[in-house]
């Protein structure tokens, strides 16, 4: 983490009119996925010695309605529209010309850093395993399962190449903008489930994540203050989710199952959004208690320590969980069944090993998540033509990356030379292929974007 004489820095340096309740929702709602991910897991082994990831919610049913709470990335989606809304406005009022490249290269700066350095290095590892001919009981999944979380840097890479347009929407429409990604998200599922229309379903990956998202726009601009507003969101999301499970053919569970024909996940559906929707009223209720709680100077400055490392955090506490598993397996240490009481009496064991694993690969790999600021420069009057190109160039790499990065979430780093692929949307894509992409769209939003230009100074 940050050290302590930074955090603090940072903590006394922080403006009034800053929102501190978003940093805390956006560290809570990472640290919520995290901390579900190490419990669900669900670790078994065969009688030829191979590991088995289970999910603990297909071994005890009952415990999938807890993914109506825990279930909290739509919070996360919803605190970078905020985010976004802010960070494009400043740029749009500083910057000399078009901002969108240099919007993207800001936001993406601290998340395509790391993400790329994570895959370099488990493409690596895998590869050297494989050329090697080594490997041991969870090698395999492991190489499979630790690239799944990166579908949230491939959506959250959208959201990011999206913002402009759809803030313009928001100015323009507000509220109807909203209702618009909400219709189109509904459509979807008609034409899904009702009419057959074959990969029609893969569009809510962007309506749906995107209409979470517009929540942000609309946070940002003060339309979410009022408390009937969010009891209102929160009401409705419910009462919709619950009606869409109990009469549609959508799963109880807001998370991917093993096996299940249907999921809410992957690709989301109507009653995901309306889960994100509960979940946006419900933590803009609780915006009063929050805000006091984060005033208190000890919690800013563990907040602030956390949004440091929060994305490499992320990217790396699988590594870290199937790392103790793999201990475990080695030392022949017994394996509960899963959901026994062994099982549950082990859990808090396990999850405190794999937080201080996670603490390692953080303390190694944190750096790359803060890179040095960079001094600002005045732009030269003859490089002011080539800014007509930066956004196409920005948009395209941010593409590139996307598809990459989401590519290499489904396909995952085993195999990698055996032409392993895995379809996205209606494409096949391999892992050497997928990390190709993803280099090269990070390498043309690094290009596109001047370094910090700020106008020249009038005399």
């Known amino acids: 983490m940050p050290s302590n004489t930074r955090v603090s820095d940072l903590a006394a340096a922080t403006p009034t009119t800053r929102d501190r309740y978003i940093d805390l929702l956006r560290v809570a709602s990472l640290g919520t996925v995290v901390l579900g991910h190490w419990l669900m897991a669900a670790v078994t082994v065969d009688t030829d010695g191979r590991a088995k990831v289970g999910n603990l919610l297909a071994v005890e049913p009952g415990l999938q309605l807890l993914t109506w709470v825990l279930q909290i990335m739509p919070v996360f989606f919803f605190v970078g529209g905020f985010s976004h809304a802010l960070s494009y406005r400043s740029l749009a009022r500083k910057t000399d010309g078009p901002a969108y490249a240099a ?42 399962l630790v690239a799944q979380p990166l579908w949230f840097i491939g959506i959250y890479l959208a959201m990011v190449a999206f913002t402009p347009p759809l803030l313009r929407l928001h100015e323009r429409y507000g509220w109807g903008a909203f209702a618009a990604l909400v219709a189109a998200a509904a459509g979807v599922d008609v034409l899904r489930f009702a009419v057959g229309v074959p990969f029609v379903e893969f569009l809510n990956f962007a309506f749906v994540w995107l209409a979470v998202h517009q929540l942000g726009f609309l946070r940002a601009d003060g339309r979410l203050g009022a408390p009937a507003v969010p009891a209102a969101l929160a009401a409705a999301g419910l009462a919709s989710a619950a009606a869409l499970v109990v009469f549609g053919p959508y799963p109880l569970s807001m998370v991917g199952m093993p096996g299940e024909k249907i999921s809410n996940m992957s690709p989301p559906t109507a009653a995901l959004l309306c889960h994100g929707m509960w979940l946006v009223g ?103 033509p080539a800014r007509r190109v930066s956004g196409p160039v920005a948009a395209l790499g941010v593409t590139l990356a996307l598809f990459g990065v989401l590519g ?19 494409v096949r894509v391999t892992a050497p292929a997928a990390v190709v992409m993803a280099a090269a769209g990070w390498l043309l939003v690094e290009a596109a974007a001047p370094r910090h230009r700020c106008r020249p100074r009038s005399r």
């Open 103 to 144: 919007f993207l290269r800001a936001r993406l700066q601290r998340l395509l850093r790391p993400t790329m350095v994570f895959i370099a290095v488990w493409g690596a590892g895998a590869l050297a395993v494989q050329l090697l001919g080594g490997g041991g009981p969870l090698t395999d999944v492991a190489a499979r």
């Open 282 to 384: 419900a933590v803009e209720l609780l915006r009063g208690p929050g805000t006091r709680l984060v005033n208190r100077p000890r919690v800013w400055r563990g907040v602030i320590a956390a949004n440091g490392v929060a994305m490499t955090a992320f990217l790396w506490h699988l590594t870290a969980m199937l790392g103790v598993y793999g201990v475990l397996l080695a030392l022949d240490v017994p394996l509960p069944a899963p959901a026994s009481v062994a099982w549950w009496a082990q859990a808090p064991l396990r999850i405190a090993a794999a937080a201080v694993v996670t603490a390692v690969l953080v303390a190694l790999f944190r750096t790359v998540e803060q890179p040095a600021a960079k001094p600002a420069v005045t732009e030269p009057a003859a490089a002011r």
């Open 408 to 426: 290499l979430s489904m396909v995952g780093f085993g195999g990698l030379l055996e032409g392993h692929t895995a379809l996205l949307v209606a």
